[in-house]
């Protein structure tokens, strides 16, 4: 019995070095976002998201000029989403627009000497001015967005709404601790200096008054600056470091209003929005104790690259056209070949490529489908142009609508850019559709291709073609015989020595099976299977 602990202790020391190779080594995620934001960043970010599950840090490289804000919302709530510390290394040109709204998402801030953070007023490329119901509901959402970041990771609220809101002026006074406490003050417009009054009796012409004035101005700099004698000299700031706007009530001025908020890398560090500074990924690192783990890199991947190309405005118009136009060729042609698949595939991409981006989703493509569904139905089993067909164009245009944008109606500045994008898809589409009807109807019945899917031989009474008299049409109904291809519905029969192009009500008949003609119209037969009477025994 002595011997027992003494071999369980031996087995576990045996099994140690095992555990310790089979435990995870720990490492930390890096992904660089250093391209404007569009709707590719979202899928690498939520992508680097997952990779990051069990890390010991994710890293965003931030380096970018901005971009898409709906997208960066979604950056965001991904990054918001990851179970470990989030790290912003701002380099390069720094983290502007809707990269500091993706800076303020992330625990902590690190940035370059050099760069700059801010500057996030949402704007319409392209648009104009926005109304000014959309301009305030739009910076209403986003300053709510840059508290409710701020509050999670412990950056102060005020210097991100100061980044969206230009008539947003920030005041910043020391505690005891000697922690920077900020003031919010909302005006209309940025104060404007009154103008200075003039001295009774000068008599001064404008130029005159300009030399004055000049002259003045360097007396004040130099003698203003100059310390009283026996007072010391107050000490200048550190070179690089922010120069404070100091208020005539001892508090520092931040922003202006009439400003947007862009901080330099120092002026970051003093107000406590960054953590750090740091000239390489590999000091920032350092600055945050992660430099000796392993690094797992996230890098665009080529669909990626690919999914944002085709779903550019000139690129969706284009796929947009051939896909609809292939499809209505061949449904007038009531056939399906080349050109149907390549219309399908063409709207495949198109639909697909908007789907894996995250801007349309499954019930948008299910509404195209319907669409192209009843729309073929009414063109070649009803054509009379009646409700179906009207049902199935609504469908899919409300299925592309919708796969174009991401919300019905639009309600903020990035919604109302993602509808210009869509309108530009559709007016490519329709210019290029416009264009294509006008070849198709000039030039393409004078092409050798039309006549491979077209048939132009017509059977015209002067050339001797006739059709059969009501009484030869009565004499054949009641002739029987026997199906030598498959009818569905419509095929060959075999009439005596005669081959009849024969029709049945709609039912399938297979070859072989015995027909009868049960009815006639011109040189069009309707048959129906014959019913073969069973024997008796």
Not at 28 to 36: F, K, Q, Y
Not at 528 to 537: C, F, G, L, T, Y
């Given at each position: 019995m002595t011997r027992m602990p003494v071999l369980i202790l031996a087995a576990l020391l045996a099994a140690l070095p095992a555990a310790v190779q089979a435990a995870p080594q720990p490492y930390?995620?890096?992904?660089?976002?250093?391209?404007?934001v569009d709707d590719a960043m979202p899928v690498v970010v939520a992508r680097a998201?997952?990779?990051?599950?069990?890390?010991?840090?994710?890293?965003?490289?931030?380096?970018?000029?901005?971009?898409?804000?709906?997208?960066?919302?979604?950056?965001?709530n991904s990054i918001m989403s990851a179970k470990c510390p989030t790290i912003a290394y701002v380099k390069g040109m720094g983290a502007i627009s809707a990269g500091a709204l993706i800076s303020y998402s992330c625990k902590r801030i690190v940035m370059a000497p050099g760069t700059n953070i801010g500057a996030s007023a949402p704007v319409m490329m392209g648009m104009g001015q926005?109304?000014?119901?959309?301009?305030?509901?739009?910076?209403?959402?986003?300053?709510?967005?840059?508290?409710?970041?701020?509050?999670?990771?412990?950056?102060?609220?005020?210097?991100?709404?100061?980044?969206?809101?230009?008539?947003?002026?920030?005041?910043?006074?020391?505690?005891?601790?000697?922690?920077?406490?900020?003031?919010?003050?909302?005006?209309?417009?940025?104060?404007?200096p009154l103008p200075a009054a003039e001295p009774p009796g000068t008599g001064l012409d404008p130029a005159e008054r300009a030399l004055s004035d000049a002259v003045e101005k360097v007396v004040r700099e130099v003698v203003g600056n100059r310390p009283p004698e026996g007072v010391p000299a107050a000490p200048q700031p550190e070179e690089g470091t922010a120069q404070p706007r100091i208020l005539a009530d001892g508090s520092e001025l931040v922003c202006a209003a009439g400003e947007l908020l862009t901080l330099t890398s120092n002026e970051a560090v003093q107000y406590g929005l960054a953590s750090a500074k740091a000239a390489t990924l590999d000091e920032a690192l350092a600055a945050q104790g992660f430099d000796l783990l392993t690094r797992r890199v996230i890098e665009r991947r080529?669909?990626?690259?690919?999914?944002?190309?085709?779903?550019?405005?000139?690129i969706s118009g284009l796929l947009l056209l051939v896909g609809i136009a292939c499809?209505?060729?061949?449904?007038?042609?009531?056939?399906?070949?080349?050109i149907g698949i390549v219309g399908i595939a063409c709207l495949a991409v198109l639909l697909g490529s908007y789907l894996m981006i995250g801007v349309a989703d499954w019930l948008d493509l299910?509404?195209?489908?319907?669409?192209?569904?009843?729309?073929?139905?009414?063109?070649?089993?009803?054509?009379?142009?009646?409700?179906?067909?009207?049902?199935?164009?609504?469908?899919?245009?409300?299925?592309?609508?919708?796969?174009?944008?991401?919300?019905?109606?639009p309600q903020y500045a990035w919604d109302y850019e993602r509808l210009a994008a869509a309108g530009q898809t559709v007016a490519i589409a329709v210019s290029l559709f416009l264009l294509f009807a006008v070849a198709?109807?000039?030039?393409?019945?004078?092409?050798?291709?039309?006549?491979?899917?077209?048939?132009?031989?017509?059977?015209?009474?002067?050339?001797?073609?006739?059709?059969?008299?009501?009484?030869?049409?009565?004499?054949?109904?009641?002739?029987q015989g026997v199906a030598t291809s498959m009818l569905r519905p419509a095929g060959k029969g075999r009439f005596n020595d005669v081959t009849f192009d024969v029709v049945t009500r709609g039912e399938f008949i297979e070859p072989g099976r015995p027909i009868e003609i049960i009815e006639a119209d011109g040189n069009r037969y309707v048959v129906?299977?014959?019913?073969?009477?069973?024997?008796?025994?």
């Open positions: 930390v995620v890096v992904c660089a976002l250093d391209w404007p998201v997952r990779e990051a599950q069990g890390a010991a840090a994710l890293v965003f490289i931030i380096d970018t000029p901005g971009g898409r804000v709906d997208c960066a919302i979604d950056i965001t926005m109304p000014p119901d959309v301009d305030e509901k739009t910076k209403s959402f986003l300053r709510s967005r840059y508290r409710a970041l701020g509050e999670v990771n412990g950056h102060d609220p005020l210097l991100g709404e100061a980044m969206v809101d230009s008539r947003i002026e920030v005041h910043a006074r020391k505690d005891a601790q000697g922690k920077y406490v900020f003031e919010k003050f909302v005006k209309e417009e940025a104060p404007r080529w669909p990626e690259l690919l999914f944002s190309w085709l779903t550019s405005p000139l499809i209505y060729i061949e449904i007038k042609t009531q056939s399906f070949g080349v299910i509404l195209v489908a319907i669409g192209l569904i009843l729309v073929a139905v009414e063109i070649v089993y009803l054509p009379s142009h009646g409700a179906l067909g009207v049902i199935g164009g609504l469908c899919l245009m409300a299925g592309i609508y919708f796969s174009l944008t991401r919300v019905p109606i198709t109807w000039r030039l393409f019945p004078k092409t050798p291709f039309y006549g491979w899917i077209v048939l132009t031989h017509s059977q015209q009474r002067q050339q001797g073609y006739t059709v059969q008299s009501e009484e030869q049409g009565r004499a054949a109904v009641g002739r129906s299977e014959q019913r073969v009477p069973e024997k008796q025994a």
